[in-house]
Nanobody
Framework: QVQLVESGGGSVQAGGSLRLSCAAS????????MGWFRQTPGKEREFVAW????????NYAESVKERITVSRENAKNTVFLQMNNLKPEDTAVYYC?????????????????WGQGTQVTVSS
């Protein structure tokens, strides 16, 4: 069983940057395609980014694709989400997740393991 732990969240002003990390234990992250999602109170969890096992294929949500970069270091069993030019509407709890599915997916049901989330708050 894979355990995922996110870190790197915090409070920033609009226009700032944050780099989120997702560290895996109990399994090798290289065996999974990885996703990032975010959620605000009262709303469904929203897809942000997806990266393939080897990092050669990446998908982003349209709403953020100009401002974020997903990457991974399989040797360190870690996945990253670099977020730049943050906006107040980016405020959310951010989750990483691991999927055994071979194809890119934005569906939460297609992910097998989830982290506990890290809070990102962007003030105007």
């Amino acid at each position: 069983q894979v355990q995922l732990v996110e870190s790197g969240g915090g409070s920033v002003q609009a226009g700032g940057s944050l780099r989120l990390s997702c560290a895996a234990s109990g399994g090798m992250v290289r065996n999974y395609n990885m996703g990032w999602f975010r959620q605000t109170p009262g709303k469904e969890r929203e897809f942000v980014a997806w990266i393939s096992r080897g990092g050669g294929s990446i998908n982003y949500a349209e709403s953020v694709k100009e401002r974020i970069t997903v990457s991974r270091e399989n040797a360190k069993n870690t996945v990253f989400l670099q977020m730049n030019n943050l906006k107040p509407e980016d405020t959310a709890v951010y989750y990483c997740a691991a999927s055994r599915r071979l194809l890119p997916t934005m569906k939460t049901a297609d992910y097998d393991y989830w982290g506990q989330g890290t809070q990102v708050t962007v003030s105007s």
